[in-house]
């Protein structure tokens, strides 16, 4: 509909250097590229895109609401706008009761940078190895690892299962940090940001007598950082959105993770709405503040993962 | 691998679509540079150790697991043969009825939800790609409710989808609409809303993805069609579409896995209900294997899984490259 404007890439490195000559095919006056909400097509565009983001703000608006009613509040007066009486009994409830719920965000906050960081460490280097280097059995890694892209997580559910329990790590950090760990795409991802980076600083640095390690650490990872970067916000994520392995790898209250966790006090609370949402609402405010602040790099990153990659 | 991917959210460790053929750097660098396997073997090991450990361990002990009547109860686990398989294939046994019925969770909910993860988010980059005013908000609030995780949005939908007391019934009675939709403990409704919450969550996913795409399709190309006197509707065919068929296709390939591996939103809303309706694969082998320790047939049909996934991809696959030709 909008598009009757053409729209060029924001970069602006494309070839076409004139910006407003471009006629319509009816030869109208050139239309402005920036979309004012004057015109009509304008409007339409804005109307469109505030009517999907209340559907998307006001579920949450309403469940931090709900979580200041009583639960008589929340039977008789169930669209009321305003809690009343206003209430901070279920925050009390879950900071007192027996689901830790702090404890669990900081638990996914741990697991979730635990594994970010053997993530980054293991396929930064390995990919430096594959992008780089040149070895015996190269092609062979290289497929091998390629290979397991496409396995859907499924497979590996039982016999991990099994495996992290012979380790002993059922119930504990590593469980819900290592196996992830093994990042197949993280190295893919990085092997071609690395290929594309320039020789010639490297062949420089090698002749001046720096070594790999040196070459890897003062060269390649600095140059890296966007890439870098992006693997670590799509790994975080990853983890913190992790729900099926958590929920059998986990037993106790206090080693739980926010997702299985959540899900537990659905189960506790199940008619206790405004309970269940001040539990919604301490999982989602940090996340949301952490987002607020970051949210330009996340936002990128995602979409740089369907377009280079 | 991760572990960290069964939700059904779009899967970020999925792979990306264009690998550039085997890199012509590293073999020109071959000329010239010596080998050096001891080295390059030092900095793979790290990953290597993980990767041998929870990767092809694993996907080599899965299909073990599936030809033996493997308990965690027992000592020594026996051999059986194809028999898990063959009784997945078999009317009557005990798995049959409920695998297959999964599958076809699996597959009502990938059916119904891949268009609208596709559609919905690509009408949104489409006006995103307008330089606006508040552009880049926008993006971030469409974007929002991914980072909260499956289980946030699951109990905020169970509330707001309550027969009684939920928000969105009461809403519905106020225009005067019915008040008694049962979203999610009766079918079709319970379709509608897991599809629905699902696109809620990850509409703003793939549409940042197909965002970044639609900016790498040169203005040139718009304004030859232009000037060919082609009018909005016929540019968004014979040019975006076009031009966006890489990142589509990567698009295309996440959302049909991540729909295909679905399950918190199950397991949250409708507890797989009404009866098994909307227990999905996932959910019932997950159970099967994990739950009721009868991991021989849950291996078996976790293969089954992931070969009909195979064939899907291949096929996606195809007719995408087709419809490029």
């Known amino acids: 509909m909008t598009t009757s404007t053409p729209t060029r890439p924001q970069d602006g490195n494309s070839s076409a250097g004139g910006n407003n000559k471009r006629m319509d095919a009816s030869g109208r006056v050139p239309k402005q590229r920036r979309l004012r909400p004057r015109t009509v097509s304008g409007v339409l565009l804005y109307v469109v895109l505030v009517v999907v983001s209340l559907i998307i703000i006001l579920p949450l608006v309403w469940v931090f609401i709900t979580s200041f009613k009583t639960d008589g509040d929340v039977i008789t007066n169930p669209y009321g706008i305003f809690p009343n009486p206003f209430s901070t009994e279920a925050y009390a409830t879950l900071s007192s009761g027996q689901q830790p719920i702090f404890r669990w965000l900081l638990n996914s906050f741990l697991a979730a940078t635990l594994q970010t960081i053997i993530i980054l460490v293991t396929a930064a280097s390995a990919a430096y190895a594959l992008a780089r280097l040149e070895f015996w059995g190269k092609k062979l890694v290289f497929g091998l690892i390629i290979s397991t892209l496409l396995v859907p997580p499924v497979i590996f559910l039982i016999p991990n299962y099994l495996i992290v329990q012979n380790l002993g790590w059922l119930d504990t950090i590593w469980a819900i940090s290592i196996p992830g760990a093994a990042s197949a795409f993280g190295v893919f991802f990085l092997r071609q940001f690395f290929v594309g980076l320039p020789m010639e600083i490297e062949e420089a640095a090698r002749i001046d007598g720096a070594g790999d390690l040196r070459i890897f650490l003062q060269i390649i990872v600095p140059l890296s950082k966007p890439a870098l970067s992006t693997l670590a916000v799509l790994s975080f994520l990853a983890n913190w959105n992790d729900f099926l392995w958590p929920i059998y790898v986990l037993l106790s209250p206090e080693n739980l993770t926010l997702q299985p966790g959540l899900s537990q006090l659905q189960g506790a609370y199940s008619t206790h709405f405004s309970i269940v949402m001040a539990g919604a609402v301490i999982a989602s405010v940090p996340v949301l503040i952490l987002f607020a602040i970051a949210q330009r790099q996340i936002v990128e990153s995602v979409a740089s993962s369907g377009v280079k990659g | ?325």
């Open chain 2, 1 to 325: 691998m991760t572990n960290s991917s069964i939700a059904a959210g779009p899967n970020p460790a999925a792979p990306a679509v264009a690998v550039p053929p085997s890199s012509r750097r590293s073999r020109v660098g071959a000329t010239g540079v010596p080998r050096r396997t001891g080295t390059a073997y030092l900095f793979l090991a790290p990953f290597l150790a993980l990767f041998a450990v929870f990767v092809i361990t694993p996907a080599v002990f899965g299909l073990i697991i599936s030809v033996t009547d493997w308990s965690p109860f027992k000592v020594e686990q026996t051999f059986i043969g194809l028999q898990n398989y063959i009784d997945l294939f078999t009317p009557g046994s005990i798995t049959y009825g409920d695998f297959w019925q999964s599958m076809g969770a699996t597959g009502i909910f990938t059916l119904l939800s891949v268009p609208v993860m596709l559609v919905i988010p690509l009408l949104l980059a489409v006006l995103l790609n307008n330089k606006i005013k508040g552009g880049t908000a926008f993006r971030a609030i469409f974007f929002a409710p991914y980072v909260l995780g499956v289980a946030v949005i699951g109990v905020i939908w169970r509330y707001i989808l309550d027969t009684q007391s939920g928000m969105l019934n009461n809403l519905l009675g106020l225009i005067g609409l019915p008040t008694d939709i049962p979203w999610t403990v009766d079918v079709p409704w319970a379709w509608v809303s897991l599809v629905g919450v699902t696109v809620w969550w990850t509409l703003g996913f793939n549409a940042v993805i197909l965002l970044a795409g639609l900016k790498g399709i040169s203005a040139d190309l718009y304004e030859a069609a232009s000037l060919d006197g082609a009018g909005a509707i016929r540019k968004f065919f014979s040019v975006t579409l076009p031009g966006l068929r890489p990142v589509m296709l990567f698009v295309t390939t996440t959302t049909i896995l991540a729909s295909a591996n679905m399950f918190g939103q199950s397991f949250l809303l409708t507890k797989g209900g009404p009866g098994n309706a909307t227990r999905t694969a996932i959910m019932y082998i997950s159970d099967q294997g994990l739950g009721q320790s009868n991991m021989g047939a849950a291996s078996a049909m976790s293969y089954i899984l992931f070969a009909f996934l195979a064939i899907i991809s291949v096929i996606n696959f195809r007719l995408q490259r087709e419809r490029a030709e």
